[in-house]
């Protein structure tokens, strides 16, 4: 090879080397700046959802829940009122379900008011952690 054929040759491999780092340098740019625009519609969304009065709906939310469990079942313990629950039997051969009736007494506190309840008492100890 001569020497004006490597440095044509050289010349046309730095150029494409150096055109193919730069495109991959724009692209991070232009990579960057959507992220910040990302990142600032994030900021702005979760902003506009404090200022929506969440704080106040998760107390309410929570005194109704706690409500559900510690004072009402202590004020129902002292009437007569009927709770109708349900329960499953099984019917022919076992293949058959029923669903039969059953009036007692007392209060019932069901189970997604418990899972609930749960929920609360995990997420304010959960939070009280992290300060």
Do not use: C, H
Not at 24 to 51: I, P
Not at 62 to 70: G, R
């Amino acid at each position: 090879m001569t020497p004006e054929l490597l440095a044509m040759l050289g010349g046309g491999v730095s150029g494409f080397i150096m055109k193919m780092i730069a495109t991959q340098a724009e692209n991070q740019a232009r990579l960057f700046e959507q992220t910040l625009s990302k990142q600032k519609a994030a900021d702005e969304s979760a902003n506009q959802a404090s200022s929506r009065g969440g704080v106040l709906m998760r107390r309410v939310i929570t005194s109704v829940v706690l409500f559900a469990i510690v004072v009402v079942p202590t004020v129902v313990a002292f009437t007569d009122i009927g709770v109708s629950v349900n329960r499953e039997t099984n019917g022919f051969l076992g293949l058959f379900k029923t669903v039969k009736w059953d009036q007692i007494s007392g209060y019932v506190i069901l189970p997604e008011v418990r899972q609930a309840a749960l929920a609360i008492v995990g997420f304010y100890f959960g939070s009280s952690q992290v300060k």
